[in-house]
């Protein structure tokens, strides 16, 4: 089994920035892509990015364009949310999930396509 721990989630005022990082565990050699998704109190939960763990090939929401990046560093089974411009609508659990399938038909970001799930940290955005 995989095991997924984030870190790096906190509290900071609207425009500043946080890291959150993501360290995989376990059958991790068949990772092929690797996902962010945050949900808000009373809210669905949402796709952020998406890393492929092969190529590196990257795809993110359009909320979170050109603030967020997401990244990995494939000797240390980690994957990274550099995420800059904070506002207070990013505010959220954030999660990271994985997907060891050979293939999948679900779009980039639809939480159904990935298997193994963190447990979340939390980022808190204030105005």
């Known amino acids: 089994q995989a095991q997924l721990v984030e870190s790096g989630g906190g509290s900071v005022q609207a425009g500043g920035s946080l890291r959150l990082s993501c360290v995989a565990s376990?059958?991790?050699?068949?990772?092929?892509?690797m996902g962010w998704f945050r949900q808000a109190p009373g809210k669905k939960r949402e796709g952020v990015a998406r890393?492929?763990?092969?190529?590196?090939?990257?795809y993110y929401a359009d909320s979170v364009e050109g603030r967020f990046t997401i990244s990995q560093d494939n000797a240390k089974n980690t994957v990274y949310l550099q995420m800059n411009s904070l506002k207070p609508e990013d505010t959220g659990m954030y999660y990271c999930a994985a997907d060891t399938t050979p293939r999948s038909s679900y779009r980039p970001l639809n939480a159904a396509g990935y298997n193994y799930w963190g447990q979340g940290t939390q980022v808190t955005v204030s105005s």
């Open positions: 890393i492929y763990t092969g190529s590196g090939g990257t």
């Open positions: 376990g059958y991790t050699y068949n990772r092929r892509r």
